[in-house]
């Protein structure tokens, strides 16, 4: 089956092109059904790589590249290609939360079950990060951080990015019944006490503000991981499960 996903396009930013991928498609079974892509979950790594095949060639990517996602604050600059081939014993990926390049045709992967993706590009088009943001990204404020080495490194102004935020945990659903432990004062400006809910949305994005982004340069697909069970994998929803990749890279 041919894969699934929510192309998204930044306004003014020739030949850079992202895209969302949806759980329903793939020949993962069970909790991993079906385009699960992750190796670390417990699915088959046979069926795990011929979704990444499918992934790949569904985007028309001769390569990818991902990490082995530790929910921290490490931005990996030309990270290597991840194998696009069968495997019985998954390879091993680099550790860290953030990619970066200014190659074309490598495909930056984020993968996600509710966390959220970020994705960031230079409005001329020759530059591109991902991020994986977590809550524990969210309270590390690895946004902040993870642009301003992605400047650093590529002599970019951050007011000239543009980022959007994928499909993930949305406001009703991130409850934090432990909110004083996990967060603390710093972050009451986005907790409804009432609820015991984060509004991680619009944390993202103010930390993308604070990060020196325009608002007018800041997207996000208001679509809710936990609640769309045909279309996502949800950890919270579901516990295990699989994981869906969200992509960015330079044509």
């Known amino acids: 089956m041919a894969l699934s996903f929510i192309p998204f396009a930044f306004p003014g930013a020739p030949g850079v092109r992202c895209a969302f991928q949806t759980r329903d498609w793939g020949v993962s079974e ?8 992750a190796y670390t979950v417990g699915d088959d790594p046979l069926r795990v790589s011929a979704n990444r095949l499918d992934l790949a060639a569904s985007l028309e990517l001769a390569e990818i590249a991902e990490l082995d996602q530790i929910h921290g604050d490490t931005l990996v600059f030309d990270p290597p290609p991840s ?8 390879p091993a990926f680099p550790k860290g939360d953030g990619l970066a390049t200014d190659k074309p045709g490598i495909g930056l992967i984020i993968k996600t079950a509710d966390c959220q993706p970020v994705l960031v590009a230079h409005k001329e088009g020759r530059h591109i990060a991902a991020f994986h ?3 524990r990204g969210n309270r590390l404020r690895f946004l902040q951080s993870g642009i301003a080495a992605f400047c650093g490194r590529y002599g970019l102004d951050a007011r000239d990015l543009l980022a959007v935020r994928g499909p ?3 406001p009703q659903r991130s409850e934090f019944v432990n ?4 967060w603390g004062p710093d972050f009451a400006n986005w907790f409804n006490a009432r609820d015991k809910t984060m509004n991680l949305w619009r944390l993202t994005r103010d930390q993308l503000l604070e990060a020196g982004l325009p608002d007018e340069g800041i997207f996000g ?4 991981t936990a609640s769309m069970p045909d279309s996502f994998f949800s950890y919270r929803r579901d516990g295990i499960c699989g994981r869906q990749a969200n992509v960015i890279w330079i044509a």
């Open 133 to 135: 943001i977590g809550w």
């Open 83 to 90: 194998p696009l081939e069968r495997f019985v014993e998954p």
């Open 179 to 182: 909110y004083g432990k996990e």
């Open 30 to 37: 069970g909790p991993y059904g079906g385009g699960n892509i």
């Open 221 to 224: 697909l208001d679509l809710c």
């Open 168 to 170: 993930s945990l949305g």
